[in-house]
């Protein structure tokens, strides 16, 4: 019968595209150990005929940001029937639609924090909620766009109404969360490990400390009580079927300990297109359950489907 066919779809037009060329690069390599016949597909607009032409038996997605996890491709996909990894066209729109995703996250009883979407333009001349707030574009990953206001700033950041903006004219105002960060991957109906991200030389978790070399320190299992894992645990499981995701996602959190013992835990978003290089965190996450980086993604080929 031979070995399975898998593209590897990588690449694409969004402001992630060098992420999504490292992560498929990681993928075809480790799937091509594990004995599958690969084809690395850099995408471009012609992507559905390409596709079309090469037939593979599954396609693993290792697209990010929008086109590649909002919906799209996979709704390509589910026209052309190749089976496919990762979650399917409603819950990839949903979960990369902040504000929705919050809205079904509170409805689960997911705690969340406060937040408003207004047009970008509409809070260039007062602060639309007491500082300190974060302002957020509503359809982006990988943190781009993410304004953090501190309480002192007398004015909203005006980036956001400037023409320099590349990220859409709607964005998510929110409650800033002092505090840790803490992350939790879900594959299959199982929750992963919680991971502590320590961010090194920057305020928060943005683009550098997620993909520089030396930006962020992970800490796996994260240094926090036993029932504060199990709770993030549960929540991010919850927040994976909620939403409707499969195959894996990643649910990232807040936890500020300042005040009391127990804390504020808050989530923040949920990711159905992590990134998927071996130190990557998802791939950390399922290394700690005791998968290496080919029988992860073995895993993932193998559940891949339509009607996702």
């Not at 992630?16 to 850099?42: M, N, Q």
């Not at 037939?55 to 086109?67: I, M, Q, S, T």
């Not at 819950?91 to 504000?99: W, Y």
């Not at 920057?202 to 550098?208: K, L």
């Amino acid at each position: 019968m031979g070995a399975k066919h898998v593209a590897v779809l990588m690449g694409g037009f969004s402001s992630e595209r060098p992420v999504s060329l490292s992560s498929g690069k990681a993928c075809a390599d480790a799937l091509e150990a594990e004995g599958y016949r690969v084809t690395r597909v850099d995408v471009e607009r012609d992507v559905s005929a390409r596709l079309a032409e090469l037939k593979p038996d599954v396609v693993f997605n290792a697209l990010h940001g929008p086109f590649g996890e909002d919906g799209t491709i996979q709704g390509i996909l589910e026209y052309l029937q190749i089976p496919y990894t990762h979650s399917g066209v409603l819950a990839s729109a949903l979960a990369m639609d902040k504000a929705r995703a919050k809205t079904v996250a509170a409805a689960a009883d997911i705690p969340v924090a406060a937040s408003r979407v207004l047009d970008r333009f509409a809070i260039a001349g007062e602060h639309p909620m007491k500082p300190p707030y974060v302002v957020k574009p509503v359809r982006e990953g990988s943190s781009f766009g993410v304004v953090i206001v501190k309480e002192d700033q007398a004015h909203p950041p005006q980036i956001v109404a400037s023409s320099e903006w590349r990220y859409g004219d709607e964005v998510m105002v929110e409650r800033y969360v002092h505090g840790r960060e803490l992350t939790c991957g879900v594959m299959g109906d199982v929750a992963l490990g919680v991971t502590e991200i320590v961010p090194l030389g920057h305020s928060f978790y943005d683009y550098d400390s997620k993909y520089a070399k030396g930006g962020s320190k992970h800490v796996i299992p994260a240094e926090i009580s036993p029932n504060l894992y199990q709770k993030i645990q549960i929540l991010a499981l919850r927040a994976h079927q909620a939403i409707g995701c499969r195959g894996v996602s990643r649910s990232d959190f807040r936890y500020d300990d300042r005040f009391s013992e127990e804390g504020e835990l808050i989530w923040l978003e949920i990711n159905t297109q992590p990134g998927m290089t071996p130190t990557s965190l998802l791939p950390e996450m399922a290394a700690h359950a005791g998968y290496s980086f080919g029988e992860f993604l073995r895993w993932m080929v193998e559940d891949a489907s339509c009607s996702r």
